[in-house]
C-alpha cells in the first residue's frame, strides 16, 4: 500500500463550488504539506503543518484552507472553486530532521469550469 | 532572481549518452540539496541527496558547489528509462524553508 494516498485522484466542479481534497499517510510523520504544480511554474508551497496544532500558510495560500485532523490526516479545501485554481495538488510528508527529504502522494488533477 | 534556477530544456539525448544538468540556488545559507525526478503526470520523487562530498548512486552523480551556489547531476549511460523532469530542492535548515526548482526536462531518444 501506499504510504502517502490523495482522494479524489480526479475531479471536476464548477465554479463556486466548495471542494475538499484528502491526504493520509502511514509514513509517521509529523509535518504535512500541500502543493499545487501548474506548467512552468514548478510546485507551489500552499500550506505546510509541523503538527496537529502548528498549521502555516505557504506562498499561495488566498483561496485555500486546511484542516489537520490527525497526524496522519491533512486536508485541503477550495472555498470557492475559480478557474485558474485548476491544477494538480500533491500532498506531501517528511521528517523534521530532514524536510528537503519529502514523500508525495500521487496527486489530484482538480479542473474548475 | 529566482530562489532556485534551472534550465527547462528539453535535453534530447541518445541512449547510453552522458547528460549533465546544474541547478543554481541563491540563498548561501542553504544547508541540504537533493534531487528528485517527476514522470509524467506522476508524483515527485526522490532521487538523490547531495552532499558535500559529492555522492554516486549507480549511473547518478550529484555534486555540490558552495562557492558558485549550484548542484549538478550527471546521468551516465542514459536509459530510455530515464526520460523525465529532473527537480533540484534547495533546504534552508535553520528555517526547514523547501524551495524545489522548475525542473529540466530529459528525453533519452533510441
Known amino acids: 500500500d501506499a504510504d502517502v494516498t490523495q482522494t479524489p485522484r480526479n475531479r471536476i466542479t464548477k465554479t463556486g463550488k466548495r471542494i475538499m481534497l484528502e491526504c493520509s499517510q502511514t509514513?509517521?510523520?509529523?509535518?504535512m504539506y500541500w502543493y499545487r504544480q501548474d506548467p512552468g511554474l514548478g510546485l507551489r508551497l500552499i500550506y505546510y503543518s509541523f503538527d496537529v496544532k502548528d498549521i502555516n500558510k505557504g506562498e499561495i495560500s488566498d483561496g485555500y484552507s486546511v484542516s489537520r485532523q490527525a497526524q496522519a490526516k491533512f486536508s485541503l479545501s477550495l472555498e470557492s472553486a475559480i478557474p485558474n485554481q485548476t491544477a494538480l495538488y500533491f500532498c506531501a510528508t517528511s521528517d523534521p530532521r530532514v524536510a528537503g527529504e519529502q514523500y508525495f502522494g500521487p496527486g489530484t488533477r482538480l479542473t474548475v469550469t | 532572481r529566482k530562489e532556485v534556477e534551472q534550465d527547462p530544456g528539453p535535453f534530447n539525448v541518445p541512449e547510453g549518452a552522458t547528460v549533465a544538468f546544474n541547478c543554481t540556488y541563491s540563498?548561501?545559507?542553504?544547508?541540504?540539496f537533493f534531487w528528485y525526478r517527476q514522470d509524467c503526470r506522476k508524483e515527485p520523487k526522490l532521487l538523490m541527496s547531495?552532499?558535500?562530498s559529492g555522492n554516486e548512486d549507480g549511473r547518478f552523480t550529484a555534486q555540490l558547489n558552495r562557492a558558485s551556489q549550484y548542484i549538478s547531476l550527471l546521468i551516465r549511460d542514459s536509459k530510455l528509462s530515464d526520460s523525465a523532469t529532473y527537480l533540484c530542492?534547495?533546504?534552508?535548515?535553520?528555517?526547514?524553508?523547501?524551495?524545489f526548482g522548475t525542473g529540466t526536462k530529459l528525453q533519452v531518444i533510441p
Open positions: 547531495v552532499y558535500s
Open positions: 540563498n548561501s545559507a542553504s544547508q541540504s
Open positions: 509514513k509517521g510523520h509529523d509535518r
Open positions: 530542492v534547495v533546504n534552508e535548515m535553520g528555517y526547514q524553508k523547501v524551495t
